[in-house]
């Protein structure tokens, strides 16, 4: 009887290293996902059509947030942006045109950045310049953005977002993976 005791208690005490061992694997696991979407990575699903024809309303992208802790913004990188409007904060979809440094200044149609004209921007004339029709000057932590859908898009151009402090970067857009057409 002992025996069958013993045989008892030692299955059962298995029994319960093993659901333990997988209650700490599944921890683990919820763990790891959390730190991976509070820190590394996110998805954003794009509303409105300010970056068409790059994405398109439901698209969903993913975002490197570790992108910008490592190194800073570059031109031309769509990036997702925390806005703040009063007491409200929104997340938005843009590209980066200007750098810290440097003017920005929107004219027949066409960005100059320092004066010089930048190539390969956008598939139509911008329509509007916006505060950038007599040149904005970034400071060393501001950025310029704007909408791939230039004369769509509420960006940099317009007061109620003007130039991007550093730290309203989320992260740089790495992809899109599903929605939208």
Not at 15 to 34: C, K, Q
Not at 66 to 75: F, M, N, T, V
Not at 88 to 110: C, D, F, M, N, S
């Amino acid at each position: 009887m002992a025996v069958k005791n013993y045989r008892y208690l030692e299955r059962r005490n298995r029994m319960i290293r093993r659901i333990g061992f997988w209650v700490g694997e599944v921890a683990a696991v919820i763990f790891l996902a959390f730190l991976i979407i509070q820190f590394c990575f996110q998805t954003v699903t794009v509303h409105g059509e300010s970056m068409q024809p790059s994405y398109y309303e439901g698209n969903v992208l993913l975002v490197n947030k570790l992108s910008y802790r490592i190194g800073g913004p570059k031109r031309f990188d769509p990036v997702l942006l925390e806005i703040e409007n009063g007491t409200a904060v929104h997340y938005t979809v843009k590209r980066v045109i200007g750098l810290p440094g440097e003017t920005v200044q929107i004219t027949g149609g066409e960005i100059l950045i320092d004066g010089e004209a930048l190539e390969d921007t956008f598939e139509e004339e911008i329509l509007s310049a916006g505060l950038a029709a007599y040149g904005v000057e970034l400071g060393e932590d501001e950025y310029f953005v704007m909408g791939d859908n230039c004369n769509n898009s509420e960006d940099s151009r317009v007061a109620n977002i003007g130039n991007i402090k550093r730290t309203q970067f989320v992260g740089k857009i790495v992809g899109r993976i599903g929605g939208g057409e």
